[in-house]
């Protein structure tokens, strides 16, 4: 079965660290760019990174960029995102999407059910 | 960045309706446009890709149309498993950035 499945969401305090991982199956991982979208709960959808099929090219949105590291391990099948200085508005349902080329493209065909961030003291 | 903006952002509706729903960016995005469903707790799903491409296994009562800055997704006869919440998003630029999201809910 084709399939995302995330892992690594918690309660976290302000300010500390965090590390989500993406598994993914049924589909040839090394092949295709990798994204993670966020949606704060009852708000809408957030890109927040993009990694091309060999790492070569990444992306983030300002709202992360030098607090949030995109990686993945092609022989693994998965993909990661490390989170430092985390703050309160990093709140949400983190979901790990797939591209449909190799290089950054900017739509998502294939997505995982998310796993949950909550930042608080 | 590219704002989206949706319309309506509830949309009332019954088995076997004829619904659309609208999405406007902030500038033009030739057909770069992707509309999803998504309901709480489970993966969201591509439906439609560069505006009007139907993506395989999606039923062909879903539609979209639209160049430039003004795009629609209709519905022709709506299905139970139907009702949830459908967002659009630009792939012209980055970052790529989505609509609020039209929750699409029973009468």
């Known amino acids: 079965e084709v399939q995302l499945v995330e892992s690594g969401g918690d309660l976290v305090q302000p300010g500390r660290s965090l590390r989500l991982s993406c598994a993914a199956s049924?589909?040839?991982?090394?092949?295709?760019?990798m994204h993670w979208v966020r949606q704060v709960p009852g708000n809408g959808l957030e890109w927040v990174s993009g990694?091309?099929?060999?790492?070569?090219?990444?992306a983030y949105a300002d709202s992360v960029k030098g607090r949030f590291t995109i990686s993945r391990d092609n022989a693994k099948d998965s993909l990661y995102l490390e989170m430092d200085t985390l703050r309160t508005d990093d709140t949400a349902f983190y979901y790990c999407?797939?591209?449909?080329?190799?290089?950054?493209?900017?739509?998502?065909?294939?997505w995982g059910r998310g796993t949950l961030v909550t930042v608080s003291s | 960045d590219i704002q989206m903006t949706q319309s309506p952002a509830s949309l009332p509706a019954s088995v076997g309706d004829r619904v659309t729903i609208t999405c406007r960016a902030s500038?033009?995005?030739?057909?770069?446009l992707n509309w999803y469903h998504h309901k709480p707790g489970r993966a969201p799903k591509l439906l439609i890709s560069?505006?009007?491409t139907l993506q395989s296994g999606v039923p062909s009562r879903f539609s979209g149309s639209g160049s430039g800055t003004d795009f629609t997704l209709t519905i022709t006869g709506l299905q139970p498993e139907d009702f949830a919440i459908y967002y659009c998003?630009?792939?012209?630029?980055?970052?790529?950035?989505f609509g609020q999201g039209t929750k699409l809910e029973i009468k």
């Open positions: 560069a505006a009007s």
């Open positions: 999407a797939k591209g449909d080329t190799k290089g950054l493209d900017w739509f998502f065909d294939l």
């Open positions: 998003q630009q792939s012209y630029t980055t970052p790529p950035t």
């Open positions: 990694i091309s099929w060999n790492s070569g090219d990444i």
């Open positions: 049924g589909y040839s991982f090394e092949e295709y760019a």
């Open positions: 500038e033009t995005i030739s057909t770069f």
